[in-house]
């Protein structure tokens, strides 16, 4: 019994565990869509007001739409056939393409608004998911964290029962008991049946070491 208790003890001390590995994050896929439908308005906005620029007279009105394709060009760069189509329009005064532009851009708002609703949609779903798998994980490393205290904290009341080891087995059973304490500082939906578990197999253990039979001592004869 007490080679048993002893390997308990070490093996308890020096086993390192393997941790669950915790479910990987969810992406949001529409985030992307709309930057990239962002990057494409602003692109064709840039094109515009840089076909613009060239018929304007110089003054204040030429600079502030300057600024403008400078400000916009930080977002998204000008797109060179966007120009030259730009640039036909104004100088061939194709209001029929000019009409089918603003028809065009009337729709990004709609459409803008829209994939923005999605995105946020989207968000909420994911952090819906993460919270759940982050629950999922702190579970399954409290219900191993307190089973493993409690196996450390029953092989400290057998090394204390059965070797001469007190030290080493007090320090043991301080250790289950923190780790089988864990399950009262985070949440579990196990909560109940973790401390329930452990008050019983610990009280059940600390009775064995008290009340086991002994063996009687020789009687001295006169």
Do not use: H
């Not at 320090?171 to 579990?188: E, H, K, N």
Request: aromatic share 8%; charged share 25%.
């Amino acid at each position: 019994m007490r080679i048993i208790a002893i390997t308990l003890l070490l093996v308890g001390c020096s086993t390192r565990q393997p941790e669950p590995t915790p479910q990987p994050k969810i992406e949001n896929k529409e985030k992307d869509k709309y930057i990239e439908k962002v990057e494409a308005v602003v692109s064709d906005s840039a094109s515009a007001l840089t076909a613009v620029v060239p018929v304007l007279d110089k003054g204040t009105v030429r600079e502030v739409v300057e600024a403008q394709v400078t400000r916009l060009s930080g977002v998204a760069k000008p797109d060179v056939k966007k120009v030259q189509e730009f640039t036909r329009i104004i100088a061939q005064n194709d209001t029929k393409a000019v009409e089918k532009d603003k028809k065009e851009a009337s729709k990004v708002e709609e459409e803008t608004n829209a994939l923005y609703d999605l995105v946020m949609q989207k968000d909420f779903e994911i952090i819906e998911a993460n919270a759940k798998a982050d629950a999922e994980f702190k579970q399954k490393v409290l219900w191993q964290y307190s089973t493993y205290g409690l196996g450390l904290f029953v092989a400290g009341v057998l090394a204390m029962a059965f070797t001469p080891f007190k030290k080493s087995a007090g320090i043991t059973m301080a250790g289950g008991m923190l780790a089988m304490a864990s399950s009262w500082i985070f949440d579990s939906t196990w909560f109940m049946w973790i401390v329930g578990g452990a008050i019983a197999v610990t009280t059940l253990s600390i009775l064995y070491a008290i009340l086991r039979p002994r063996p009687k001592e020789p009687s001295q004869e006169i």
